[in-house]
Structures are given as structure tokens and as C-alpha cells.
């Protein structure tokens, strides 16, 4: 308290002994031994005294952080029970989504299920629905394919095959040299068209991954045996050189007996075919390591880096395309190799034609 001089009157303990002549009516602030002060003085209007009071910014800013501490500790504190709970509360709400996210993930081709809606929320109830409306369909065409190559495998063959023996019952009793001309034609056009047929529904019963279900152990080696065997008569009315190189090692690996022999013989068809005459093919398997290989080589044409790119592409053929392949053979070899967890590469061969190898993975 300040009279009309400035003079202090009365005073607190801690009062600083600033200067009083420049204390102000009102709020203000000023700097005092290094600290600031915030004051608020009053002046009197029946004796002239001035009553100030006042207040070190230091104690404020103590207050703030012993508030802000009081406030922020709980919360600290209570953040991870917090954070629990939401996760407990939206893996709850999200519990019916991974059920329907399991069932999908859980469909096989073979055997399509529509999801189960109980326990779906309404919410994502439109979404399974037409999931369910989805996987209708595929079965439905899924079941319309496997009809089509049951049907397509009697009601296509049979009629070729008649057709056939009528052309060759022709040709015997023809004796005009034109016409057996045109029915040879004709012979060969049908016999095309048969070995197209045959390819095409050889590829659609490998798409199939039923096929997957029948793997077993099967002894490569043999397999090469068979087909080399079975090849002799062909490659001699070539006059082409039909070996085998035998493995050193076992060359076992899960798979299909019937479709790697078929995978097989479409290689070995298919150098017979594309070789000159007074050709060679060699046909064997080895382990590389983790690698079991199938390899096929022939002193033929061979094939350059584009064709060979293009080659497993269907109905696909190089060079000559008067030959009687349809284009499929390689595409048969692919999907056959591809279910046996194996990759098909073309190269060239140290026989001075192409390569073709399978690259089974047996680890």
C-alpha cells in the first residue's frame, strides 16, 4: 500500500522492493531483478492510497504444470486400458467380417459353397449376398465346362472317326487318280481336324484341378523308358535316331504318372514331327540339387530366341505349318508341368536343334 508520495505504507513478507513510481492504475507487467512480475494496482479515491498487488510469472507457470500434471497423469495412465478396449470392441464388430473372410479364403474349385449369413450384420449382408451370387455362378459354369469336355470328348471323336473310315473305304474303291487325290486330302484334313480335337480336350482335362488330387510317387526314369519305346517305330519310319540317356541317380517325384508320360510323349511327338529325316533325339532326366530335369533334344531346325519365346502360346507353329500338329503340344506340356509345380524352357541343344527341358522343384 502507497500513499500520494509513492511512499510505502504497508507491505506483505515477500513484497520486492521495486520501483513504486512507476506503478500504474490497472493491470500491468514489468521486469524486476531479472523476473517478471504481473500486477494489478487500485487507486483510492478517499484518502489517495494506492493498493497494489502482484504476482512473480514463475508461480503461475508452477500452477500450470502441477494442474497440466494432475490432468495428464490419469490419462497416461489410463491410455492403454483405453487402447485395449477399442481393440477388444472393434475385434468384436469385426469378428462376423474374418468369419466370412475365412470362408472365402476356404473355397475350393471343386466344391463351391455359398457362405454361411448366420451371425452376418445387416451391414455387410448386401456384400456377402452377392458373394454368394458370385460363387453361384462359377459353380454353375465350372459344372457347364466339365459337361462340355464329357460330351464334347463322345459326340466329337465319333463322328471324325466314322468320318474317317468312310474316306478310307473311298479310297480303296476309287480308281480315278484325281479323286483319290482329293479323298487323301481329305484324309489328312480330317485327321487334323481329330488331332485337334483330341489336343483341345487333352488341355482342358490338365486345366482341371481335380488332377492335383491323384499325385503319387512316380519313377521319371521309367516314364522316359516307356515313351522312348513306344516312339521307336515312328522315329524309324524317319529314319531319325530315337535314344534314351539313362539317369544316373533315382529321379523320383510326387505327380501324375498318366500326364507326365503324355507330357512326354507330346515332346518327343513333336521332334519326331519338326526333325529331317536321319535325324537324332535323346531324351533324359537328372537331379540338379533341389531340381529334378527333364530334358529332350534334337539335332533338328531348331528354333530362334522369338520363336522360342512364342512357342508354348496356343496354336502356335513354326517353320512349316503343313505339318499335321495343331499348335497345342507345348501348351499341353506347360499346363501339364505348371500342375507339377515345374517350368518349361526352350533352348538351344548341343545336338544342334532345340531343347526343351522341365524343371521339376523336389526340395
Known amino acids: ?102 470362408q472365402v479364403l476356404q473355397q475350393d474349385l471343386k466344391h463351391l459353397k455359398s457362405i454361411d449369413v448366420a451371425g452376418v450384420p445387416k451391414e455387410i449382408s448386401p456384400l456377402v449376398d452377392a458373394l454368394n451370387q458370385m460363387i453361384g455362378d462359377l459353380d454353375a459354369a465350372y459344372l457347364r465346362e466339365r459337361r462340355f469336355v464329357s460330351d464334347a470328348s463322345h459326340e466329337m471323336r465319333n463322328p471324325l472317326a466314322s468320318l474317317l473310315i468312310n474316306v478310307d473305304n473311298a479310297i480303296e474303291e476309287s480308281s480315278e487318280t484325281e479323286a483319290i487325290e482329293s479323298l487323301q486330302s481329305m484324309k489328312l484334313s480330317i485327321k487334323r481336324l481329330t488331332h485337334l480335337v483330341s489336343q483341345l480336350l487333352a488341355l482342358s482335362h490338365f486345366e482341371n484341378p481335380d488332377i492335383v488330387s491323384e499325385f503319387e510317387g512316380v519313377d521319371l526314369g521309367q516314364v522316359c523308358a516307356r515313351v522312348v519305346e513306344s516312339r521307336q517305330s515312328q522315329a524309324a519310319a524317319k529314319s531319325i535316331t530315337l535314344e534314351m540317356q539313362s539317369p544316373v541317380t533315382p529321379c523320383r517325384l510326387k505327380g501324375s504318372e498318366p500326364l507326365l508320360e503324355s507330357l512326354l510323349s507330346n515332346l518327343v511327338d513333336n521332334a519326331i514331327l519338326h526333325c529331317p529325316r536321319e535325324s537324332r533325339v535323346t531324351v533324359g532326366c537328372y537331379r540338379d540339387g533341389d531340381t529334378l530335369v527333364l530334358a529332350v533334344d534334337d539335332s533338328g531346325p531348331g528354333l530362334d530366341a522369338a520363336q522360342r519365346e512364342k512357342a508354348p502360346g496356343r496354336f502356335y507353329r513354326a517353320g512349316d505349318t503343313n505339318t499335321s500338329g495343331a499348335g497345342l503340344g507345348l501348351s499341353i506340356v506347360k499346363t501339364i508341368a505348371q500342375s507339377h509345380s515345374g517350368r518349361l524352357q526352350l533352348g538351344e541343344s548341343e545336338l544342334g536343334g532345340l531343347r526343351v527341358s522341365i524343371r521339376f522343384n523336389v526340395a
Open 1 to 102: 500500500m502507497l500513499d500520494e508520495k509513492g511512499k510505502m505504507l504497508l507491505h506483505s513478507r515477500e513484497a520486492p522492493e521495486f520501483p513504486h513510481e512507476d506503478i500504474e492504475a490497472g493491470f500491468s507487467e514489468f521486469e524486476y531483478k531479472g523476473k517478471k512480475w504481473f500486477t494489478f494496482a487500485h487507486q483510492s479515491t478517499h484518502d489517495d492510497l494506492l493498493i497494489v498487488v502482484g504476482e512473480r510469472s514463475g508461480i503461475r507457470e508452477e500452477i500450470t504444470e502441477y494442474i497440466g500434471g494432475g490432468l495428464l497423469m490419469p490419462l497416461v495412465l489410463l491410455l492403454p486400458v483405453v487402447l485395449w478396449l477399442l481393440w477388444h470392441i472393434v475385434g468384436v464388430a469385426l469378428k462376423p467380417l474374418r468369419a466370412v473372410t475365412d
